[in-house]
C-alpha cells in the first residue's frame, strides 16, 4: 500500500523559509510523480508544483520563483522548497502521488493522483 507522509510545516513570518518533506514508501516503482497542493477554506483545494516521473518540474504562477521542488532518490522523499513566503501561502500543504503523469509541462489535475498524504499546516503571519 503506497503511502505518503508529509513533513515540515509551521509558523513562520513574512519573508522567512519552510521546506516540506513528502516520504513516500510502499510503491513499487523507482520513478513517480509528486505534487503539491495547498488547501484553505478560502480558496479551496489548488495544485502548487510538481515534479515528474522525469524529474521536469513545475511551479504555479503565484509561487514561481519562490518555491521549488526537488526528488532525493536515496530516501524516496520529495521536497517543496518555500522561500519568500507571504501569508497568502497559509494553508494546509498535500503531496500526492501520480503513476499516471511522467513529464510535467502544466500543474496536473489532482484526478491524476492515486495516493495523498494527510498534510502539513504552513501558517505565515505578517
Known amino acids: 500500500q503506497v503511502q505518503l507522509v508529509e513533513s515540515g510545516g509551521g509558523s513562520v513570518q513574512a519573508g522567512g523559509s519552510l521546506t516540506l518533506s513528502c516520504a513516500v514508501s510502499?510503491?513499487?516503482?523507482?520513478?513517480?510523480?509528486i505534487g503539491w497542493f495547498r488547501q484553505s477554506p478560502e480558496k479551496g483545494r489548488a495544485g502548487v508544483a510538481a515534479i515528474g516521473a522525469d524529474d521536469s518540474t513545475f511551479a504555479i504562477h503565484s509561487v514561481k520563483g519562490r518555491f521549488s521542488v526537488s526528488r532525493d532518490n536515496a530516501k524516496n522523499t520529495v521536497y517543496l522548497h518555500m522561500n519568500n513566503v507571504q501569508p497568502e501561502d497559509t494553508a494546509m500543504y498535500f503531496c500526492a502521488l501520480s503513476s499516471r503523469v511522467h513529464n510535467i509541462l502544466a500543474m496536473p489535475r489532482d484526478v491524476f493522483f492515486d495516493a495523498w498524504g494527510q498534510g502539513t499546516q504552513v501558517t505565515v503571519s505578517s
Open positions: 510502499g510503491y513499487p516503482y523507482s520513478r513517480y510523480c
